[in-house]
């Protein structure tokens, strides 16, 4: 029986699995105007967030290399990491996102950052994205093709590559989710990644990362129920009048202001490996 198990999970078709799972996913597939739309709101809440420090400690990598970092966002980690490295290549699907990321560099002055706007879907090659020395997906594998994404990004790298995936629920608190009425199905999570990566023969090390959200602090109730738009994206008038009367249940004083009266704590697992 035990041997049985085994040859059928050998033979599991972990990419299809993702596939399936990310077509299940409501919130998982958006298109490439939603990130658009919602690139400043996406930009405020991942720049609150310790994520990013803890990511790049983990990475320590040396000053000399280049980095490729793909589903860059609006420099969650490019920013950061321009001043610990040679240079970044930021590529992201939404131009908004690389919009912000631009102003970003410019006003910090940052000249070793470039920012392009590329999709997973995009011929690398064809557009001119060539060799890091270390290649980054972070928290963006948005793509139904897992397979193929993590060949392309193991493509573009010299020395070493690095996806972090979700665990779990990961950043997304349940127990708004359940206030308002929604299913939250966050589909298959790093250990779909860990076992397709093992099936391709790439035997990844894993680390897991904690990001707990920390008390956010609100001056009142409407920006509370704007700060969760990250989370909810396009909220009927009753899940709305849903997530107010669930912030109004949960919101004490803290800091001049307005705060969850609980932590939501993220984990996240970082898998790597070396070319």
Not at 53 to 78: E, K, R
Not at 121 to 127: A, G, Q, R, Y
Not at 195 to 211: E, P, R, Y
Request: a neutral charge.
């Amino acid at each position: 029986m035990m041997t049985t198990s085994a040859v059928s999970l050998h033979h599991v078709n972990w990419n299809q699995i993702w596939r399936e799972s990310r077509q299940r996913k409501r919130s998982g597939r958006k298109k490439r105007t939603d990130w658009n739309c919602r690139a400043s709101s996406f930009a405020r809440h991942t720049r609150t967030s310790v994520y990013a420090g803890n990511f790049i400690s983990y990475m320590n990598l040396p000053p000399q290399w280049s980095v490729l970092d793909v589903g860059c966002g609006a420099g969650t980690l490019a920013v950061p990491l321009a001043g610990k490295v040679h240079s970044v290549t930021a590529i992201d699907s939404s131009k908004n996102m690389i919009a912000i990321l631009r102003d970003t560099c410019t006003t910090k002055g940052l000249t070793n950052v470039e920012a392009r706007q590329v999709s997973w879907e995009d011929d690398w090659d064809e557009v001119g994205i060539g060799a890091h020395d270390v290649a980054i997906a972070s928290r963006s594998l948005v793509v139904d093709d897992l397979e193929t994404a993590i060949l392309k990004l193991a493509e573009k790298a010299r020395h070493k590559v690095f996806i972090s995936s979700l665990v779990g629920d990961g950043p997304y608190d349940r127990r708004i989710f359940e206030a308002i009425g929604r299913d939250l199905d966050r589909g298959a999570d790093y250990l779909c990644v860990y076992n397709l990566l093992n099936q391709m023969g790439i035997l990844a090390d894993v680390s897991f990362l904690s990001s707990d959200t920390g008390y956010k602090v609100y001056s009142d109730l409407d920006e509370a129920v704007q700060g969760f738009d990250w989370m909810l994206a396009d909220m009927t008038v009753e899940e709305e009048n849903l997530l107010r009367k669930y912030l109004e249940q949960h919101l004490i004083r803290k800091d001049h202001g307005w705060s969850l009266d609980y932590q939501h704590t993220a984990q996240w697992a970082v898998l790597s490996w070396r070319k």
